[in-house]
């Protein structure tokens, strides 16, 4: 089978570069959802003491933090008996937000539609040429 034929090239490389683009950016997407799925999937926030999160803040994204007082920039304590709960988005905890999990869901879907568009025309292309030997 051609590489040409297969990726849609027989009248100019702008069908293949769809082709490869369409895929890739697919991929892209699926690869991204997937790697923020184990935090989106997660059922209840996970508990952490509040001087052990500021020490090391890696690990889960959704916690709540036990033993904190924490004050907004007006003052305000957010601090009801002691505990926190939210979402760490780049470094910063905030207060009652949950994991994105909608943005997953999206880029899950439109990263399989990406990925199955494009196979499907390759597949397409393999059948005919295929059927045209025989």
């Known amino acids: 089978m051609n590489l040409k034929r297969l990726l849609g090239a027989e009248n100019g490389w702008g069908g293949a570069a769809g082709t490869l683009l369409l895929l890739v950016a697919g ?13 989106a999937s997660r059922l209840r926030p ?5 001087s052990e999160w500021l020490k090391d803040s890696s690990g889960a994204k959704w916690v709540t933090l036990v033993g904190c007082k924490v004050e907004t920039d007006g003052g305000v304590s957010l601090a009801g008996e002691g505990q926190v709960t939210g979402y760490v988005e780049g470094g ?6 949950q994991p994105p999990r909608k943005n997953v869901l999206i880029g899950l ?6 990925v199955a568009l494009a196979v499907r025309s390759m597949f397409m292309r393999y ?5 045209s030997s025989l």
């Open 92 to 97: 910063v905890l905030k207060p009652g937000a």
């Open 109 to 114: 879907v439109m990263g399989l539609i990406a």
């Open 127 to 131: 059948l005919v040429e295929r059927d």
């Open 27 to 39: 991929l892209g997407l699926l690869l991204f959802s997937v790697a923020g799925l184990s935090e």
């Open 46 to 50: 996970v508990e952490r003491g509040c």
